[in-house]
């Protein structure tokens, strides 16, 4: 009950210092409470945990950018300083040799290495020892064959294939405005010669914005339609072993509806990008307290409803790839680069696991803000430890662990990797403020991810900073072992935990 002041005589003399009483003890008493507070446990059953999903065993992939493989212009990484930022820097082509970079990179193979983005619907292929100085009329920037050498090397160094799309800017159209697959057909054969595998390919970069990539001014859904069929006759005659992804398009209106329902035929598996906003480069207005809101973590399983209704209505039976997703469009906001943004990286892959999308590139691998490593040192972000963890924990049949959507805490479930009749776990326990509990009927071996702040751009495990150690060594990912009983996880955590012989008939 709420503290009053006495009735009857003492009132008068007493109901001012009890008022004043009541506002500072109320408040404290509320936000004791709220700090205190651990949800109502539940008991999970890992035997009987169906099935409800498999992924592709390079789920968890990564963009490198066109732009950062010819060098050019991309999103500027914030500064020090005020909030008024520059969108774009020049930058010279990534070294894709790079020691530190490769092998970083190969610890999350077997994945998709993406190379496309806006500046990829502009990019010339120059099939020739010696590259124009300029790009040609029609086109914005240069790819050298050494540079798609490095990319090919770069995909077997590490263990990856590689998806690409193909320039559709006015220097790749014929007389009539109409798609010329001229320059698609020099990269193919060139990547072929040079013993390449381009595994998947869409035919441009996010057609739904036509304008900001590249197209013919009033490039209607009608004239991408015409030129899509025209890329899949070509692809289909020239490169049959290459899966045909589409429409990649970013949004979720009348104009992603328009160029999915002209294209959805002809794709081997529909793509879309995701982006929960844009971030304060583009005049985003999110904040790093929001980063953590149920309210955001759902916005991926909302723009992926918009494209499951697509497919079931368009292309029923296609798979679904996730090809370009971040915290925000436009380089991510300052915070994409901490633990703030380990929750929706992590909760974003459980979350369209089970709902069965088959692949999910993140962008990028190392560039900008939203890159896994940072761009000049290569070193690990939070965002790459969570990802080597799920890389080493989490196998590629997904279960329903169970477990009803509650604010603040998401639990998902999968087969382990590399431990027959193994489960693993994933625990996010988003809220700030409260604790949740699980009950497990058997040990396991616990993997915590937490920071000493949220925006810090370091992680722990298990109590211990990630680094990595002398020449580039990956420290080893030790679990702690837990008994069977009460898991409690702490506010804003992230919790791994994986159950050896579990007896789950899915997981055999």
Not at 82 to 103: E, Q, S, T
Not at 314 to 339: I, M, Q, S
Not at 363 to 391: F, Q
Not at 477 to 504: E, K, Q, R, S, W
């Amino acid at each position: 009950m709420p503290l009053r002041p006495p009735r009857g005589p003492l009132r008068n003399h007493r109901a001012d210092p009890l008022r004043r009483l009541a506002r500072v003890v109320v408040p404290a008493i509320a936000t004791l409470l709220c700090t205190t507070v651990i949800a109502a446990e539940r008991t999970l059953d890992v035997a009987t945990m169906p099935r409800v999903a498999t992924i592709d065993p390079r789920f968890q992939s990564y963009n490198i950018e066109m732009v950062e493989v010819t060098g050019g212009r991309f999103w500027k990484p914030y500064g020090a300083g005020g909030a008024k930022v520059d969108r774009f820097a020049a930058r010279p082509p990534i070294d894709l040799h790079d020691g530190r970079l490769r092998k970083l990179a190969a610890a999350l193979s077997p994945a998709y290495l993406r190379v496309s983005g806006t500046w990829a619907n502009s990019t010339f292929f120059a099939d020739s020892g010696t590259p124009p100085a300029a790009p040609p009329d029609g086109f914005k920037g240069v790819l050298t064959r050494q540079q798609w050498l490095d990319v090919i090397d770069f995909a077997h160094a590490v263990g990856s294939l590689i998806v690409t799309s193909f320039a559709i800017s006015a220097g790749a159209r014929d007389a009539a405005g109409r798609w010329n697959p001229d320059q698609a057909r020099r990269l193919l054969t060139f990547t072929r010669s040079a013993g390449g595998q381009i595994a998947a390919a869409e035919f441009m970069n996010e057609p739904d914005l036509p304008a900001i990539g590249g197209a013919p001014d009033r490039y209607s859904a009608a004239a991408y339609g015409r030129d899509f069929a025209a890329f899949r006759a070509f692809m289909q005659a020239t490169a049959p072993d290459v899966k045909i992804l589409g429409p990649g398009t970013i949004g979720t209106g009348a104009e992603a509806r328009a160029r999915f329902a002209v294209s959805a035929e002809g794709v081997g598996a529909v793509s879309y990008h995701h982006y929960g906003a844009l971030s304060a480069r583009c005049g985003g207005d999110r904040t790093a307290k929001q980063a953590l809101s149920d309210e955001w973590l759902a916005r991926t399983g909302k723009t992926l409803a918009f494209y499951q209704s697509l497919r079931d209505r368009l292309a029923p039976g296609r798979p679904v790839w996730l090809t370009e997703t971040a915290e925000t469009a436009c380089g991510g906001n300052r915070w994409a680069a901490t633990f703030t943004d380990t929750f929706r990286y992590l909760d974003q892959l459980g979350r369209l696991a089970k709902a069965g999308v088959q692949v999910v590139m993140h962008n990028t691998l190392a560039a900008s803000d939203y890159g896994l490593l940072d761009e000049r040192t290569h070193l690990p972000r939070p965002n790459y430890w969570a990802a080597l963890l799920w890389r080493r924990l989490m196998g590629t049949t997904v279960l329903d662990a169970g477990v009803p959507g509650q604010p603040g805490f998401h639990v998902y479930a999968h087969c382990a990797r590399d431990i027959p009749d193994g489960i693993a776990l994933l625990v996010i326990n988003n809220d700030r403020l409260a604790e949740h509990k699980l009950t497990l009927s058997d040990t396991s071996q616990r993997y915590t991810l937490a920071s000493a702040s949220p925006a810090d751009g370091n992680v722990q495990l298990n109590g211990g900073t990630l680094a990595l150690g002398a020449s580039d060594q990956i420290p080893t990912l030790n679990g702690d072992a837990a008994a069977a009983g009460t898991v409690v996880f702490a506010p804003a955590t992230i919790t791994f935990l994986t159950v050896a012989n579990a007896g789950n008939a899915n997981c055999r």
